[in-house]
Each structure stands twice: as structure tokens, then as C-alpha cells.
């Protein structure tokens, strides 16, 4: 065996009997080349030999580290949904004590960057291009999570006569309260799991009142259903006819096993407003986020997000860029994305029990049933259940059964007696 291949072959057992922890540091080149009596070139070998095999991580101008402990991989086996924010967290903090450790340089002489450290956004660029959203690193802004580049895009004037945003209903109760409760005019068109009547959004883009047409297209929320692709060229046809813009916020992206094509990627005339969020694959308290927009709407987006804040908190957006750029970003979503199906065959499960016959959709936070009116809803809901009534259908979402598989169960055995 070769003195690299010794020092590979010592670093990986080091991991396997727990000698080395996640996120550990490893000794410094130079202690490790007078520990092996080799040169430094062979233990710079062995290093990059290491972190092709994913086994430890480079941190410019501070070393190699531990990428994935035995514990971690004995323990993600088991998981539980409880776990579900943990393995983030405890990457995320190795992230974060890296972007703190000896940069009072950096952190103290930074100058003002409303579009976003450039570092995060070039790990942004890359991120975005797994789900074939292709834009350039100047294109990209960094915001205070996915609300605060919606709220700016709610005060944006979007030209002569377009004063209206365009809502699919349901959606997502956020955007739903901060177009109502700043008293933004706006319209609706109905969404169920069949997408919605393309000739109706025709009719409203017409108008020419529409400044925006905010949309979930993939794993919507509260829905969970996606447009197929006929209905994405369709939208974004009818958005180049009239000129209207669309704010896709792809904020279950990570989560699509289906790998729907995004409507940035169908888009040729720059009328696609891009959403990434970071919340679902991280945690929510991070307030990260990112947007893509068409040239002539940066300039403007900046001046409104600088009014709201001078910067977006840099040590938090240093953590991020490191974390996507040492592959803990992709290697959580992986796990996340597991726990995900296997919480969906638990449902799954239920639901073949209960014997229900009714539409049914998926996504990381719960399962969605799309219930026709004359079909009676058991009241009241137990926990874990919420119900939005549209004009065509009813529909009940059901938190995943961590703690409630019980109450979830009998709830459904309820529906199906009502049903037959
Ligand atoms: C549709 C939608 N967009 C965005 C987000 C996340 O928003 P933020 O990035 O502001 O945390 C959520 C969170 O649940 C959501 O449901």
C-alpha cells in the first residue's frame, strides 16, 4: 500500500469507527506530511482523493472536514419525521461557525450588495440549473426569504393600466394575505387538480390590467398538484401575447420526484419571474431566498429592497453559499426527499384502508384530497386536517401522520362512510 492510499484508507476507517465526527476538522496538510513522512503533494493527493469520495469537504483557506460521519449514516436509516429539520440544522451550524471564524475582515469592511454576496449567488446560479432554470449570476437577487421579494414585487409598478395581480385560488396564504391586507385590487382564477381553464386566463390577460400572475405551477400549495406541460406552454403562449409577467414560486422544486420542466425554462421572451425559497429544504427561520428576474426589472426591485433594508444578512448568506458549494445542500435534500416518500407510503397506506375513491395528490408536508360537493365532510376536522372549499370541488389536506397517524385513520374511516 502506498503512503496515499495508507493515509485514504486511515482517514475512512477514522470515520467508520466513529473517530471522526460530522464537521470535524482534519489535521493541516503539513501535520499530516510530518505524521506520514511524505511530502505534502502526496497528503494533498490523498485529500483530493477523499473529497471526490465525498468523505471530507474543503474550506478555502482553513482546511478539509468530516462531510458525513458513520453515526449519520447509521442514523438516517431510521429517521423519523421528527428529525426532519435536524440534519439541516446540524450541517447548517458547521456552515455558520466556518462564515464566523476569522472574517472580522470580511464582515466588518463589506460594502453594501442589495443583489446578494456574489459568492452565494454563483452557488444560487448552480443550484437553480439542476431544476433547468438558466440565468446569469447577475440576473439573480438575494432576498429575506421568498416574502420579501413577493412583497417588493406587490409595490412594483408594472406598467400603464396594470394594476391588478392575478391570484390562482386556492394558494398560498401568505400571498393571499399581503395582497388583501395592504388592499392591492387583484383577481382570482379557480385552480383545481386538473390545473385551470386556459381560456378564462385568456380572457383576464386581455384585459390588460394584470400586473403579475403569481403561480405555484409544481406542488402547489395548498393543492399539491402540478400543470402538466400542454398547460406550462399554454401559460406562458398566452403571457408573450399579452405581455403579462409570471411570478413562478418554485418553492417545492427540491421535492419534485416527477422533475416538472419549471416555466422559466419554457419561458424565450423574459416574462418569467423566478421564486427559490429555502425554507422547505432548510428551515424557515434562515429568511433566505432568491429571484430571477428579467433585466429590465432589476434595476427597480433593487431600489424597493433597498428602501426595506440596506443589506440581507450576510453572515447568513456566507453559512449558504458553503453549504450548497460542499454538497450538504444536495446530500439533505436527498435525505429529505427519502423521508418524504416514505411518509407519502404511510398515507398511501392509510388511504388504501379507508377504501376512499377520490383524487389524491402528494407533497412533503401532507396529502390532499379533492372532494366533490354532494360527498359530506366529517365535522369537526380533527387535527392535522384543514379544508378549503372551491367552486368545483372541496378540498381536505392532511398533515402526514407523524402524530396523528390515529386521528388521521378514523377520519378518513369517517369520509368513506359518508361517502358510500
Ligand atoms: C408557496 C410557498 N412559497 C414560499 C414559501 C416559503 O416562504 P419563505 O421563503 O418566505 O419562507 C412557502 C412556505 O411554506 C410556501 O408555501
New binding site residues.
Given amino acids: 500500500m502506498s503512503i496515499y492510499q495508507k493515509i485514504v484508507a486511515d482517514i475512512i476507517e477514522g470515520i467508520e469507527t466513529h473517530r471522526y465526527k460530522r464537521g470535524q476538522k482534519l489535521p493541516s496538510i503539513r501535520q499530516l506530511s510530518k505524521e506520514y513522512g511524505c511530502s505534502k503533494d502526496t497528503v494533498q493527493k490523498a485529500m483530493l482523493e477523499l473529497k471526490y469520495q465525498h468523505r471530507i469537504y474543503a474550506v478555502e483557506k482553513s482546511g478539509y472536514y468530516i462531510l458525513e460521519d458513520q453515526d449519520f449514516q447509521d442514523r438516517t436509516v431510521e429517521l423519523n419525521p421528527e428529525d426532519f429539520q435536524q440534519l439541516p440544522y446540524e450541517d447548517f451550524r458547521s456552515c455558520l461557525t466556518e462564515s464566523l471564524l476569522g472574517r472580522e475582515n470580511y464582515l466588518f469592511n463589506h460594502y453594501h450588495q442589495q443583489e446578494g454576496l456574489e459568492e452565494l449567488r454563483i452557488s444560487l446560479q448552480g443550484l437553480l440549473a439542476d431544476y433547468a432554470v438558466y440565468t446569469k449570476k447577475d440576473q439573480l437577487v438575494i432576498t429575506a426569504?421568498?416574502?420579501?421579494a413577493?412583497y417588493i414585487l406587490s409595490q412594483m409598478n408594472f406598467g400603464e393600466g396594470r394594476t391588478d395581480i392575478l391570484l390562482e385560488s386556492p394558494t398560498?396564504h401568505?400571498?393571499q394575505d399581503l395582497v388583501e391586507r395592504q388592499g392591492l385590487p387583484f383577481q382570482t382564477i379557480e385552480r383545481t387538480f386538473e390545473g385551470i381553464d386556459l381560456q378564462e386566463l385568456e380572457a383576464i390577460f386581455q384585459t390588460g390590467k394584470i400586473k403579475f400572475f403569481y403561480t405555484?405551477p409544481r406542488l402547489h400549495?395548498p393543492l399539491g398538484a402540478s400543470y402538466d406541460l400542454a398547460s406550462l406552454k399554454k401559460i406562458i403562449e398566452l403571457a408573450e401575447r399579452y405581455q403579462v409577467y409570471l411570478v413562478e414560486?418554485d418553492?417545492l422544486a427540491d421535492f419534485d420526484a416527477q422533475k416538472h420542466l419549471p416555466l422559466h425554462y419554457l419561458d424565450t421572451a423574459g416574462r418569467v419571474i423566478y421564486?427559490k425559497?429555502?425554507?422547505?429544504t432548510l428551515f424557515?427561520a434562515l429568511?433566505l431566498?432568491g429571484i430571477a428576474l428579467p433585466q429590465e426589472l432589476l434595476s427597480p426591485f433593487l431600489q424597493y429592497k433597498s428602501l426595506i433594508d440596506y443589506d440581507t444578512n450576510l453572515i447568513m448568506q456566507k453559512a449558504l453559499s458553503l453549504y450548497i458549494d460542499n454538497g450538504m445542500f444536495a446530500r439533505n435534500t436527498r435525505h429529505l426527499v427519502t423521508m418524504g416518500q416514505e411518509e407519502e407510503s404511510q398515507m398511501r397506506k392509510l388511504l388504501t384502508a379507508s377504501h376512499l375513491d377520490l383524487a389524491v395528490r402528494f407533497t412533503p408536508h401532507g396529502m390532499i384530497l379533492e372532494i366533490p360537493h354532494q360527498h359530506p365532510i366529517p365535522v369537526p376536522l380533527v387535527e392535522g386536517v384543514r379544508c378549503y372549499k372551491g367552486k368545483q370541488f372541496n378540498y381536505l389536506v392532511l398533515q402526514l401522520p407523524n402524530n396523528h397517524s390515529q386521528a388521521i385513520q378514523s377520519f378518513l374511516t369517517k369520509l368513506s362512510k359518508k361517502e358510500s
Fill in positions: 426569504g421568498s416574502q420579501q413577493l398560498y401568505r400571498m405555484i400549495n414560486d418553492y421564486i425559497s429555502f425554507t422547505p424557515p429568511r431566498g
